[in-house]
């Protein structure tokens, strides 16, 4: 019994690529709390400061991660390896290489470990991407570039907005995570309604199928814009890190999915 209620609600979303519902998206999102409360005190042991630079170093590993995935999306790796490269399973794969390296570079280098850690995920994504490229037939060259223009142009819009109202507490990093969820949301509505894609999850393909993939952008902008808003309204310096570092979660949960969708539908696979 226990067995079959793991299978149908667990493995079967991977192995069949099911796409996610609403048992195994609570249980990753509890994990995924867990999982970012203990990074989080673990890296304060050894004083990181959760500031731009932390984020720089890590986008690489960012790329690394989407480009990866597009890997197994492309067919290049076969059962089981290709169920480790598959999400949420992805998130672990590259936490692995990431961590170890992050804590190493600190050891080594210092404040300046984030030049050497980023550089490292820089070399394994470029390589990453030129596997893609050297072997993929580029289909939809217009999707990467058309997904970043229009995610800057909606980051633009969001910064001389929120210039006016408010001044948020780490204007970068803000702006990074609105830029990274435009990412996503473009990438979305490309897919859905010019290329025949569909939603994995499960509160998106809810919005989608009642209001259409057009609802995918108001609902971002709506959710992202209220986030940060919330986040940037505090103004004491005990809870900065933490709300840096939360920014920089929300970073990758944009710009990982969002790169990867984008990254995928350019080979179309």
């Not at 993939?213 to 902008?221: C, L, T």
């Not at 004491?236 to 969002?258: C, H, M, R, S, Y």
Request: aromatic share 16%; net charge neutral.
């Amino acid at each position: 019994m226990l067995w079959d209620f793991i299978k149908k609600y667990y493995i079967d979303s991977i192995v069949y690529k099911q796409g996610y519902n609403p048992v195994n998206t609570l249980t990753w999102a509890l994990i995924l709390v867990a999982a970012v409360i203990l990074i989080y005190r673990t890296l304060k042991k050894y004083d990181v400061k959760f500031d731009e630079r932390f984020v720089a170093g890590n986008i690489p590993y960012v790329i690394l991660g989407a480009s990866v995935r597009v890997v197994e999306d492309a067919g290049f790796l076969n059962p089981p390896v290709s169920y480790f490269f598959m999400t949420p399973l992805i998130y672990v794969v590259i936490f692995c290489i990431a961590f170890p390296t992050l804590v190493l570079s600190i050891r080594l280098r210092g404040e300046r470990y984030w030049i050497h850690y980023g550089m490292l995920g820089l070399v394994l994504s470029c390589g990453v991407l030129v596997l893609l490229f050297s072997n993929l037939e580029v289909v939809n060259a217009w999707i990467l570039p058309s997904t970043i223009i229009l995610a800057s142009l909606f980051c633009s819009a969001y910064r001389l907005l929120t210039s006016k109202f408010y001044s948020p507490m780490s204007n970068l990093l803000s702006y990074m995570v609105f830029f990274s969820h435009m990412v996503d949301g473009w990438a979305t509505f490309f897919g859905i309604q010019f290329l025949g894609y569909w939603e994995l999850h499960v509160l998106p393909r809810f919005l989608i199928s009642t209001f259409g993939p057009w609802i995918m952008i108001p609902a971002k902008v709506i959710v992202f814009a209220a986030i940060l808003y919330v986040l940037d309204s505090s103004r004491d310096e005990e809870d900065t890190e933490l709300i840096n570092f939360v920014k920089f979660v929300l970073i990758v949960l944009g710009l990982a999915p969002g790169l990867r969708d984008a990254l995928r539908m350019t080979f179309q696979v």
